[in-house]
């Protein structure tokens, strides 16, 4: 595989555990991750969810950005419906300001949280939508423009990426000439379909060709039943949250503990199915098909264990893997 391998972070919230500590989790992995030779290193933008501590998606790039520095560090995404543009535009653009050449900006038309939240971070009392996502797409790089007023935006602009979970961003992103990324990690249903619109679509823009990425979920441990084990407490941490009861994620104990029904334990193993989970030689072999299904040029990986020894293990067994593919530091 010639692609290049890149981090998705959520700074996850383990049972037991605090956000603080979880943001340093992510420190620590981001350091860890620009050593190997990760080529970016994204957060994902959530509110009011107890096991995701990356809410603050700007202020957590910049101390990531801060404690690596090789890597290009960004958003996965930031949730364009919930900001005025142009406070995204001031925050990006003081980035690519403090750390030029570092900093990409991937944009998400759903407001990634429930309504009344997405209301509060607007402060408004009108209901939100996704419909002019691409006004305030095209609005917030009006002001990245260097005749823009808008400081430190004005001649600050980071790489642009749109972000999708099914077809609509994909044809605004091919159809603006920009990357796309997308979330094949919780809606793999409907990545093939997503990336051939994309590249049918695609318009020179900011890019001449297409270039597309793909979020993956990837387990790796030191054989497949260990790499099992260290996925489930993932899955049950995702059933939990379709059951509209979000938390920490659980540790491998309360995993084994939870009385699954019969439909639960389906809709677990059907998570768990469309991620890449084993030993060295079935992670290796996994996600090299994918690579050659979806034709991709980079894969973004989401590591969501309990332990933060095994989560940085995974990365590791990734560059054992893959060294290649992998920036030289």
Same mark, same amino acid.
């Given at each position: 595989?010639?692609?290049?391998?890149?981090?998705?972070?959520?700074?996850?919230?383990?049972? !037991? &555990?605090?956000?603080?500590? *979880?943001?340093?989790?992510? @420190?620590?992995?981001?350091?860890? $991750?620009?050593?190997?030779? +990760?080529?970016?290193?994204?957060?994902?933008?959530?509110?009011?969810?107890?096991?995701?501590?990356?809410?603050?998606?700007?202020?957590?790039?910049?101390?990531?950005?801060?404690?690596?520095?090789?890597?290009?560090?960004?958003?996965?995404?930031?949730?364009?419906?919930?900001?005025?543009?142009?406070?995204?535009?001031?925050?990006?653009?003081?980035?690519?300001?403090?750390?030029?050449?570092?900093?990409?900006?991937?944009?998400?038309?759903?407001?990634?949280?429930?309504?009344?939240?997405?209301?509060?971070?607007?402060?408004?009392?009108?209901?939100?939508?996704?419909?002019?996502?691409?006004?305030?797409?095209?609005?917030?790089?009006?002001?990245?423009?260097?005749?823009?007023?808008?400081?430190?935006?004005?001649?600050?602009?980071?790489?642009?990426?749109?972000? !999708? &979970?099914?077809?609509?961003? *994909?044809?605004?992103?091919? @159809?603006?000439?920009?990357?796309? $990324?997308?979330?094949?990690? +919780?809606?793999?249903?409907?990545?093939?379909?997503?990336?051939?619109?994309?590249?049918?679509?695609?318009?020179?823009?900011?890019?001449?060709?297409?270039?597309?990425?793909?979020?993956?979920?990837?387990?790796?441990?030191?054989?497949?039943?260990?790499?099992?084990?260290?996925?489930?407490?993932?899955?049950?941490?995702?059933?939990?949250?379709?059951?509209?009861?979000?938390?920490?994620?659980?540790?491998?104990?309360?995993?084994?503990?939870?009385?699954?029904?019969?439909?639960?334990?389906?809709?677990?193993?059907?998570?768990?199915?469309?991620?890449?989970?084993?030993?060295?030689?079935?992670?290796?072999?996994?996600?090299?098909?994918?690579?050659?299904?979806?034709?991709?040029?980079?894969?973004?990986?989401?590591?969501?264990?309990?332990?933060?020894?095994?989560?940085?293990?995974?990365?590791?067994?990734?560059?054992?893997?893959?060294?290649?593919?992998?920036?030289?530091?």
């Amino acid at each position: 595989m010639t692609v290049r391998l890149s981090v998705l972070d959520l700074a996850p919230v383990v049972s !037991g &555990s605090t956000s603080a500590e *979880a943001l340093r989790d992510t @420190l620590d992995l981001a350091r860890h $991750a620009d050593r190997l030779g +990760f080529h970016r290193y994204w957060l994902a933008e959530h509110h009011a969810m107890p096991g995701i501590a990356s809410a603050a998606t700007a202020v957590l790039i910049g101390q990531v950005a801060a404690a690596t520095s090789a890597m290009r560090v960004g958003s996965g995404g930031i949730m364009l419906p919930n900001h005025a543009p142009m406070v995204v535009a001031e925050q990006f653009g003081t980035l690519e300001a403090l750390f030029p050449g570092r900093i990409d900006l991937g944009l998400g038309r759903a407001p990634g949280t429930d309504a009344a939240t997405a209301r509060a971070l607007r402060r408004s009392p009108d209901s939100l939508s996704v419909d002019d996502f691409p006004e305030q797409v095209v609005e917030l790089r009006e002001y990245f423009d260097e005749k823009s007023k808008v400081t430190p935006a004005a001649g600050n602009e980071p790489p642009i990426w749109l972000l !999708g &979970s099914s077809g609509y961003s *994909a044809k605004l992103a091919g @159809l603006l000439g920009l990357p796309f $990324a997308f979330a094949h990690h +919780f809606s793999a249903e409907n990545t093939l379909p997503a990336l051939a619109l994309y590249r049918e679509s695609f318009r020179p823009g900011a890019l001449q060709e297409p270039y597309s990425m793909i979020g993956v979920g990837v387990t790796a441990a030191e054989s497949d039943e260990r790499a099992g084990e260290l996925a489930a407490p993932q899955a049950l941490s995702f059933l939990l949250l379709r059951q509209g009861k979000p938390g920490p994620l659980p540790s491998p104990a309360e995993t084994a503990a939870y009385p699954y029904t019969p439909i639960e334990r389906q809709i677990v193993q059907s998570r768990l199915k469309d991620q890449v989970i084993g030993g060295p030689e079935t992670v290796k072999r996994r996600l090299d098909e994918l690579v050659e299904q979806t034709g991709v040029d980079e894969v973004m990986v989401v590591t969501q264990v309990f332990e933060q020894a095994d989560r940085l293990k995974s990365y590791d067994i990734l560059a054992d893997l893959y060294g290649s593919s992998l920036d030289p530091r």
